[in-house]
């Protein structure tokens, strides 16, 4: 082992709690990418007026006889694992490069309907929904990042399954779950959460017309991400988020690349 | 203070080392950007054919009565504060999406070259600035993030200062520091790191004209990050860093958002 590593390198570790003996090495830690590729397939509203787009600009041998490959893109950017910053749905709210990171970066929650989604694919998560998740898990603390799995993942990047309906250029015929007003009041306002999460294509259900999830979340510059990939990896409690958004200035939002970061078993 | 965050969380934390008590919570830990944002004004290499553009696709009160903001932006992969995937220069590389993230997170070391750099613009960093850092420093470990710190963030966005030309069209004339191929050779194929950085707009110097350092470091699949911000901020050894790229299917590199962790001091 280098002298560096022995005696002058900081790596991250993660811990049981901050008082914990049990520190372990980011080393020894899991990482899960929670993000969606993105591709000719990536999932954008109906009503989005363009999808993302990958331009060769060079790919193969050059004359100075080596390989090179190089790329332009264009996307709208709310499409794909992405993340909503709070002026999307507020005037006054801060835009993706104004998000203080460390708001982005914490211990998460994972919240799991997939039961009450099988029953209703419009199942909006309830205020009672929570405080059964804490009564299992204890109380949210101010700074989560809560993560709501409804399955939906698994459908990604079937349009027809992943919204509910495939009719081009309409988005009054989507299906698919989300969180609910009085939730989102609660994880808001009384718990203070950092960023509302969700494995489908918005934080507020495909049936919403009033987007209140996403109206009550950027008033207080909570940020949402949307179209996160394989929640089923995650515990209720346990693992930590980091959640990087390209860093688009003025922008509604955009790209965001998220990883979760478990403790080995 | 919760149930939930004495008993159950999982805080990332830092440490000294992985053995040292001194553990602390990354809530107590300083999150920097090092990543500049995207605009108008972000810099891509002279002969681009296009440029960062961000497109209005709503900004202003609905028919529903609610604010809404949305855009659309296009981007080459290489501008900006962004990652080289080994497929920009090798032909059978790993793309951005197929880089695993863990080589993107760990230790970082910052390379000083600030000195060199006052006396020649064209300076590359040599196989004896490492073997002299790590004489201070201590021997670089294998997954090592390596930083190059010519200073030159400073002139970002400013194309004459930063390229020292601005000539349309034209990428012969040049001149900013960057790292050399013998310590390109050094780092990847001696010291097996992970990543090469830099606060210039290449891991090859302005006046390269067969991008050796790009080769070396992508024929063995090490990641590049250039165009990198304030540096200054970070100790020579001491900082973990994460980079979160865009996932871009088939990208050879893309926005990159990166932050490094530091203890309290």
Redesign the interface.
Known sequence: ??????????????????TSAS?????QAT?L?L?????SQTLYWPTS??QFE?KT?AHGQTD?G?????????????GG?HLDAP?????HGKTA?QLD??QL???A?VIDVREQVAKNPDYALTADDITAF?AN?????A?TIVLLQTGYSKHYPNRKAYFGDDTPNDASKLHFPSYGPDAATLLVDKRHVAVLGVDTASIDIGQS???QVH?IAAAKNVAGLENLNGLDRLPP????V?A????????????V???A?L?PK
């Open positions: 082992m280098s002298v560096l590593h022995r005696s002058v390198w900081c790596p991250i570790i993660l811990a049981l709690a901050a520190a372990i090495d980011l080393d990482v990418d993000s969606h590729p993105f591709n007026p363009s990958l600009l100075g080596f390989f090179y490959s190089s790329n332009s893109f264009c996307s709208p950017e709310h694992t002026i999307h749905f507020a005037e490069d990171l460390a970066i914490g211990p929650v804490e898990h204890g109380k949210l603390a700074g017309k009033d987007f109206r409690v346990g693992a930590s980091v990087l958004p390209m860093k688009i200035e003025g922008g509604s939002g955009g790209p690349r998220v990883i970061l403790p």
